[in-house]
């Protein structure tokens, strides 16, 4: 069977990095049936990027008078498409030319939804990628170890019936996965890097985050709760420490912030996280060091 597919871009005040982002989906090897681009009600002018593409007969762009977040827009977009499966992307990253050649290649093997791989965007030595052909829940009980949005495809009908959670400021992606796995979707996994992923700068999100309370950062927590059975007590509280402590050097009242995750997450689990985190960031910088040596030994 062939599919064709409807790429549905949500985008808020970044222009110049949709344009990076449709260039990559107009250079695919298998070419989406349509483009969908939905602008969350961005206050930043759009005009080169409807003035370049509008001239695609496929490429459709629709404005959202207010702003109502990513998962409102992407549903927006699911009920746009008219594809048999829906690839999305976010604004600020790119697809590599065979992206929706191995999506497309996965449902012909029977997926139902698709997961994949990624390099981090200007550091291309940097790979994400889980080696199994399938997505396990052992794997999703410790947070999204798969792929964001511009990773993930499944197929229209199931869009349509699941939707996104607009309920959810954050964690979208893990809700979407884990709620797939539990009804009984076949999740598939493409064990390879196959987009660009734009680390998250802190003019975005990680600044908003920076700039919270621990009160107003409760809200962050909403897709642990939602799954809390799934994940059971222990990996619900590494998930809470996660979310409670991230960008925790950025963060004003540190001990504040502290005090909130010993709270709800408890003094072993905070520590873990820390330690953990700590751990991750030595050996980075033990590997930037060594490449920094081979570079001037060569």
């Given at each position: 069977m062939s599919f064709t597919v409807s790429v549905v871009i949500t985008t808020f005040n970044r222009p110049k990095e949709l344009i990076e982002a449709l260039d990559g989906v107009y250079a695919q090897i298998s070419p989406p049936k349509e483009v969908?681009?939905?602008?969350?009600?961005?206050?930043?002018?759009?005009d080169e990027v409807k003035q370049r593409f509008s001239e695609h007969d496929n490429f459709q762009y629709i404005y959202?008078?207010?702003?109502?977040?990513?998962?409102?827009a992407r549903?927006?977009?699911?009920?746009?498409?008219?594809?048999d499966l829906i690839a999305f992307l976010d604004d600020d990253d790119i697809w590599m030319p065979d992206y929706l050649l191995e999506h497309i290649t996965a449902y012909e093997q029977g997926a139902d939804a698709v997961v994949s791989g990624y390099q981090n965007l200007?550091?291309?030595?940097?790979?994400?990628?889980?080696?199994?052909q399938v997505v396990d829940a052992g794997v999703l009980r410790t947070g999204n170890q798969y792929c964001g949005m511009s990773g993930f495809s499944m197929k229209r009908e199931l869009a349509l019936r699941e939707r996104f959670d607009e309920s959810l400021p954050n964690g979208q992606d893990w809700d979407m996965y884990v709620r797939l796995l539990q009804?009984?979707?076949?999740?598939?996994?493409?064990?390879?890097a196959i987009f660009y992923y734009r680390f998250q700068?802190?003019?975005?999100?990680?600044?908003?985050?920076?700039?919270?309370?621990?009160?107003?950062?409760?809200?962050?927590?909403?897709?642990?709760?939602?799954?809390k059975a799934f994940l059971g007590d222990e990996f619900y509280r590494r998930r809470v420490a996660a979310q409670l402590l991230v960008y925790l050097p950025l963060k004003r009242q540190k001990l504040k912030?502290?005090?909130?995750s010993v709270q709800r997450a408890g003094v072993i689990v905070t520590f873990q996280h820390i330690y953990g985190v700590a751990r991750k960031k030595f050996k980075a910088r033990q590997q930037e060091q060594a490449k920094a040596q081979r570079r001037r030994a060569a």
């Open positions: 969908i681009v939905v602008n969350d009600a961005s206050s930043l002018p759009y959202l008078e207010t702003s109502s977040g990513a998962n409102k549903n927006i977009g699911v009920e746009q498409a008219t594809g200007g550091k291309e030595d940097e790979v994400y990628v889980q080696s199994s009804n009984g979707y076949s999740l598939r996994n493409i064990p390879k700068n802190m003019d975005g999100i990680g600044a908003k985050v920076a700039k919270m309370t621990p009160e107003e950062a409760i809200v962050r927590l909403r897709s642990a709760d939602k799954h912030w502290l005090m909130a």
